[in-house]
């Protein structure tokens, strides 16, 4: 780890404008910021510790929401008893990521904030655009088991590896950040995450020391809701694909349907034109298939990772399946 | 209540500067770095090209260790397990991966297990930490360590004590009501059964494969107290 100096943020506000200094880091749970350091893919020379700030409660909006604030550790999230009634996909999606330790941790603000595990971004002997422009991407030509399928560009096609965040995507969260300069804003949860195209290196659409100090889930979404993950082993392993679904379905129909994909893309990948194929429809085979074609516009495989392709669709049916006949 | 005072007496022969030189040069450096860095710096993650690197940083941290303060000076970048282990020569925390995948450091933080090979000394200023010499009542051995002597769960013992204090944390959770990733309905409590034990304890690595005999000792432990999920 290179030498840096340290500092516990009194605000968040302080926080934002002590953030903004070149070669400064926020740090939260820490678990991805300290493991990038030792590898010396970080080299922050300034900390700035938010961890004594708050931000850790989760409240009910006015509107029948849940306000979660940016400190709330994974573990935290995924017990409170109003997740698990009545936003079971995002209990669901945290207790299927990491390990129980990781999720004492890990923070909601940080985990949104999470870098790819693509093994080139972690070896600072591989070119990789994303740790240092216009150095190439050595995923195209490497081991791409574990990599994008869609959105993706000739400069990087490494994958976001949140599963909270794919939940988050369905259930249409908004991002409240604190800028520098005292400035609030909302982002919504589809312009947070930023496919790589040219600007591999920039994963969100954060400016440099904006603070995430809350997530804002809507009222609750009728229907069925489930996480499936599919990975290399049956614990602690990220995805190679996962599905995030709230299913409204009744007497073989579908009602409406949400879904959202980890592991195919940059950031969390949704569309909803497959949404709108799956409303109203006879839940079968083929309305599947049909919704899983336009899930895979544009996609395609680089090699290692071609089975990705067939694996969406099934586990979109498997998903959509579950989900109806328990609804 | 006594302090025991470290003054960093085990850190890396870096010559000691002051506080007030250190602050002082990190911020001219600071200041250097400003001129020269790229836009969108929070991402870009090079440092820039003629930016002279930082001399060590030291701090003074209070640990609170199995009910004993400890104060010591650390460099900033000394992971509490490092501090545990080196600083303190608290070394029943084992380092085994170093980034968070093996759990052979796991200690209790405010009674919560968590790495301490992934966080900072400097982070926990204050905090009340449990590692596995403080879980025995004297010569009376915790129940998880106990159980694990009973049932054999270990060969080469490495990643014993991340494993009972990891243990004694996920029995704690079970206790508060958290579900897991196999708990079938998030909505109710059902029995601590071996899957939801594996599934909970899926962050200790134990490369002997003493498996089966860990999973038997927690479950013990558990259904010795009532064991629910």
Known sequence: MKAFTYERATSPEAAAAAAARPGARLIAGGTNLLDLMKLQV????????????????????????????????????????????????????????ASGQLR??????????????????????????????????SALQGYNRMHAVIGASDQCIATHPSDMAVAMRVLDATVETVMPSGMRRVIPIADFHRLPGNTPQLETDMQPGELITGVTL?????????????????????????????????????????????????????????????????????????????????????????????????????????????? | MKFEDHPGEADDGVGRLTRRAAVQSGAALLGVSCSLAAPHAQTVSAPPAFAAELPPQRMQVQLQINGTPH?????????????????????????????????????????????????????????????????????????????????DGFQCGYCTPGQICSAAGMLAEVRAGMPSHVTRDLGANGPLTEAEIRERMSGNICRCSAYPNIVAAIKDVSDASGGRS
């Open chain 1, 218 to 327: 809507p009222p609750p979404v009728p229907g069925r809701h489930v996480y499936r993950k599919v990975r290399d082993r049956a614990s602690y392993a990220f995805a190679l694909v996962s599905v995030a679904a709230i299913v409204d379905a009744g007497g073989g129909r579908i009602r409406s349907a949400r879904m959202a994909f980890g592991g195919l893309a940059h950031k969390p990948w949704r569309v909803e034109a497959a949404e709108t194929r799956l409303a109203n429809t006879v839940l079968d085979e083929s309305a599947v298939n049909a919704a899983a074609d336009s899930v895979l516009a544009g996609a395609r495989g680089y090699g290692h990772n071609d089975f990705k392709l067939p694996l969406v669709r099934r586990t979109l049916q498997a998903t959509i399946t579950e989900a109806a006949r328990a609804a």
């Open chain 1, 104 to 137: 004492n941790k890990a923070t909601t603000g940080g985990n949104l904030l999470q870098r790819t595990r693509c093994p080139y971004f972690y070896d600072p002997a591989r070119p990789c655009n994303k740790r240092q422009p216009g150095a190439g991407c």
């Open chain 1, 42 to 97: 970080e080299t922050p020379v300034h900390l700035v510790d938010i961890n004594r700030l708050g931000l850790d409660t989760i409240k009910a909006t006015a509107d029948g929401g849940l306000r979660i604030g940016a400190m709330v550790r994974n573990a935290e999230l995924a017990a409170d008893a109003r997740v698990r009634k009545n936003y079971a996909v995002l209990s669901r999606a945290l207790l299927a990521g």
């Open chain 2, 71 to 151: 104060r010591l000076e650390v460099d900033t970048r000394t992971t509490l397990l490092d501090a545990l282990r080196e600083n303190l020569r608290f070394t029943g925390s084992k380092k085994g991966c170093d980034h968070g995948q093996c759990g052979a450091c796991t200690v209790l933080i405010e009674g919560r297990r968590i790495n301490a090979c992934l966080t900072l000394a400097v982070m926990h200023d204050g905090d009340s930490i449990t590692t596995i010499e403080g879980l025995a009542q004297g010569e009376t051995l915790h129940p998880l360590q106990q159980a694990f002597l009973d049932h």
